[in-house]
């Protein structure tokens, strides 16, 4: 499989593509005005302890308080040392926090709509191989590296050099880049989080809640940290000044790698290489067109991702049951691929079309799981259900990509839909008799939209004489260009 990394960047935003084997799978945009802080390190005060959720909102300095749940808040007196299957007892969120007291947090969700940024007492920082855990002993590592004999070894490598070094409180998790790395790759970056650790504790006890502590890289340098791959074929970047930096940084911790990084001076976008801007534009459309005829149809909500399958114009060969599971395979990779494209995290919701066969369901079912282990964002999927139905939950700590890029629509509110101006009409004409009641009018002037003056001119012309006659008085209509399909006023005259 080949796979490549495209970075364009201006100075008003970094994109970056993940293309494999010529098709665009992850997109990810970080805009100068709107940073995400995922990672960042705050010294935040407490403003509000809430009790009855067992939480409470953090002033880190941002428009909207953050939030914090007594579970993500370690006790002084733990060293966060508990094995992962101990039962967890959520304490009294009062017993942990108080009212204006500072305290240091890191970021793990960005702000998502109308809800603030998730936060955590237990600080992480990661490097290449490695991520550092003040306060921590332990080491534990990413089950994404599924050789033993590997495990073993990097395990054992980690803890023997941790245990070497008195001077430094904190414990590990192995990252899946470390796979096949040399000692001297993890020691190096062992020490690197070390002096980063010591400078963050330092403007820790420096500065005044609250306060940035530490930023995570920009995008352009944690793609080539996060991303890149033995796999990797090329890493190309367009902007020769962020190709210097990301050199330096390649040639610092990632030396193995410093031949795949390449300036683009090309004349051609470098988003144009592969129809990167195309598949972005398809990624914010519901509907996705499968190449046998059928189509997925993906809808988000605040609450959970709903995805249809439909065979649609694919009548298949054989019969209906071999029609729709070649429908409901070639859906499975399309909805991985999507998944990942247009970052869509929470509760998902795939509706597959009915099979009957059982190891036809089983098929669907693996291929699915099968796309989904190229996912860089952790997921669980259950089985299908008696309604044929997969649930899925994909980790989400960042906006979407329509999140991203589109706002909701203020014609419509977010609906996605807009009242008919038949409705619109007789809305019109109910108001006009509620207004009648109350008070007394010699005419009304009804201020709409085109289409709606339009249609009552035309098909609602009776019922306006007949309303006229009713009321006794006259009713005239007026176009507002600048008014949606679904705005009205009612004038007394």
């Known amino acids: 499989m080949s796979e490549e990394i495209l970075i364009n960047v201006t100075p008003v935003e970094t994109r970056v593509a993940l293309v494999e084997n010529g098709m665009l799978q992850e997109a990810y945009i970080e805009r100068t005005s709107r940073k995400g802080i995922v990672g960042n390190i705050y010294k935040g005060k407490v403003v509000r ?11 880190i300095g941002l428009e909207r308080a953050a939030f914090i749940h007594a579970s993500d808040v370690v006790p002084s007196q733990s060293n966060g040392d508990e094995p992962a299957d101990t039962p967890k007892t959520v304490p009294d969120i009062r017993s942990l926090l108080r009212e204006g007291q500072s305290l240091v947090v890191q970021v793990t969700k960005d702000p998502i709509g109308t809800k603030g940024a998730r936060l955590t007492t237990q600080l992480s920082i990661p490097s290449r191989y490695l991520v550092f855990m003040p306060g921590v002993s332990h080491v534990g590592i990413s ?42 790759d993890l020691i190096g970056d062992m020490a690197y989080l070390h002096r980063l650790s010591q400078s963050i504790q330092e403007r820790i006890a420096r500065v005044q809640a609250p306060a940035v502590v530490y930023q995570d ?11 890149i791959r033995p796999q990797t074929e090329k890493v190309r970047i367009d902007s020769r000044e962020s190709h210097q930096r990301v050199m330096e940084f390649v040639e610092e911790f990632v030396t193995e790698f410093a031949d795949k990084v390449e300036y683009y001076p090309g004349e051609r976008p470098i988003f144009d290489l592969y129809s990167v801007e195309d598949e972005i534009q398809k990624a914010l459309s519901r509907k996705v067109q499968l190449k046998s005829g059928g189509y997925v149809i ?65 098929q669907v079912h693996r291929m699915l799981e099968k796309m989904l282990e190229r996912d860089h964002a952790k997921t669980k999927i259950t089985g299908v259900s008696e309604l044929g139905l997969v649930e899925m939950t994909r980790k989400r700590t960042t906006e979407s990509l329509g999140q991203v890029l589109c ?40 201020m709409a939209s085109q289409s709606v003056v339009d249609r009552l001119l035309d ?7 007949d309303l006229e006659t009713f009321i006794s008085k006259t009713i005239r209509f007026q176009v507002e260009p600048f008014y949606s399909q679904e705005q009205y006023d009612v004038v007394l005259l």
């Open 49 to 59: 302890v809430l009790p009855g959720m067992e939480a409470a909102f953090v002033d």
């Open 143 to 184: 089950q994404r590296i599924e050789d033993d004999a590997e495990r073993a070894r990097l395990k054992t490598l980690v803890e023997e050099a941790a245990a070497a070094d008195q001077d430094v409180q904190g414990g590990y998790i192995i990252r899946t880049a470390a796979e096949a790395a040399s000692p001297e």
């Open 217 to 227: 890289l920009p995008l352009f340098i944690r793609t080539i940290r996060d991303l």
């Open 298 to 362: 993906i809808d988000q909500t605040e609450a959970m991702t709903t995805i249809d399958i439909n065979t649609g114009a694919f009548v298949g060969h054989r019969n209906l049951e071999e029609t729709i599971f070649k429908t409901n395979l070639e859906a499975a990779r399309a909805i991985s691929r999507q998944l990942r494209l247009r970052n869509l995290g929470g509760i998902i919701i795939i509706d597959f079309i009915d099979m009957e066969d059982p190891e036809h369901q089983r």
């Open 407 to 446: 706002e909701p629509c203020p014609i419509c509110d977010g609906r996605g839909f807009l009242k008919t101006t038949e409705t619109v009409c007789y809305e019109v004409f109910r108001e006009i008799l509620r207004v009648n009641r109350a008070y007394d009018a010699e005419s009304y002037l009804v």
């Open 459 to 465: 098909e609602e012309s009776d019922n306006v004489a």
